[in-house]
């Protein structure tokens, strides 16, 4: 993706070229090949094909979203020519990503990251279901794995996508849930058989607890749908994320930065243990994420103040960041041979500029002089925050998206910029580009033309 500066807001340079990434993208033709559906390259390309949409109303992003929905049901274990028996010693619903055919002793596992996986397809019906004017239209058809014909619209596909999410956390995830709506290991000796090493019953690792959440809270969004409407269903997920939510806030310390004395946290792996969590990875970033998508879905009902996005955001200005463009392997400020330093972050660590916009600049001069080399969870997630910074709204995905509303950014042919006509605050933009939900239809039907052949290789 080309960067066009830290400032300002997204340029039609950066959503062609972060299209050119997300279309780069290879399917997946059989489980057992690790997370690649989950935190791998086409879950990361999912949320951030979502990142994409939610910023410029594009549908050619929406076909990525579509696609990889595709090639995901299409792997669900019922959907595969020969469904494998995990260490539940049932058929499940689930993507088992590793070993289909373990050494002896060893049962096949599928853990946590089954909701990630799920989160996106219900993601994709999301989406979907907010722009009526798609229902009856036919996505175009793409060369990785589907279930569908030729002829399946986007509305048949969005309830496949629901109903196919709502299988696996119901047959499988209630494993996973104890009788307080914690999550947890499941509490049965079969786990132990995966090669997982945490104790079956115990609680459930943060990081773990909001990959699973994800899906919770995608399914409790579509469930507010009318097409897919269930209240109770709605109620019982976002419970459960409060839950886990919850429990990560109790777990928080707070301390003063290394660098400059504010408010800060610190937190370890899981509850109950002196195990500082490390950012070099996804675990840090998966706590912070989570709590991201519970601050966006209801920011009162899941107990996430302005105090903590803002004091989060402290914690990686001033103690995770060196401020030398690079980080360090633990959320303490410090690193270790496993937790080394690094010198980029997931681009969603930037969803908390927010509260402190500095760090925006630091996060985004960092991974930009990382390199983003096609890995799009590095740059797309910066598109997301810079037009939200640019537009001071960062409400823009939800309410005014949702009626079916879509805000094209980027359209400048000189390095311009053009805002959302419902931003909010003094700094207005160039240009007011906000397009109504059928107008959005005739305009991308219109653009499209041989852009949409082929979108996978």
Known sequence: MIWSGNTGNVTRTEIETALGMLRELE?????????????GWLGQGMHDACLLYEVTGD?????????????????QNANTPDPVTIWTGAKDSVWPTADLDPEDGKLVYAGCEQGLIAGNMAAAAVFILKVPCLYDMVP????????????TTYFERAKAYIAAADDTYQSFFWRFVDSNLN????ADERWWLTGDTRAPGTPMPWNRGMMMMHGYLRLAAAHETEAAFDADLTAYYDAISRSHISNFVKDLNQSKAIQNGVTTFSWDYSYGEDHTEESQGVHAYYDVWGSWIGWQRNSAVFGLSDFIGRTFAQTFENTISFGNGSFA????????TKAYTINSLFGGWSFYALWLPEWFDT???????????????????????????????????????????GVIVGTEEGGGSASSPWRTGSNSGAASAGVGAATFCTLVAAVLGAFVASTWT
């Not at 399917?27 to 935190?39: C, R, T, Y």
């Open 27 to 39: 399917p997946l033709w059989e489980n057992g090949q690790g997370n690649v559906l989950a935190d």
């Open 329 to 336: 392997g633990l959320v303490t400020g410090s690193s270790s």
């Open 59 to 75: 549908r050619r992003a929406l076909d990525v979203i579509v696609n990889i929905a595709d090639n995901i049901l299409a792997l």
């Open 363 to 405: 996060i985004a001069t960092a991974n930009v002089e990382a390199s983003f080399r096609g890995r799009t969870w590095l740059a797309i997630p910066l598109l997301w925050t810079k037009h939200a910074l640019a537009m001071n709204d960062v409400t823009f995905w939800s309410s005014r998206f949702s009626s079916g509303f």
């Open 140 to 151: 175009p058809r793409f060369a990785g794995p589907t279930i569908f014909n030729a002829s």
């Open 183 to 186: 999550l947890i290991n499941p």
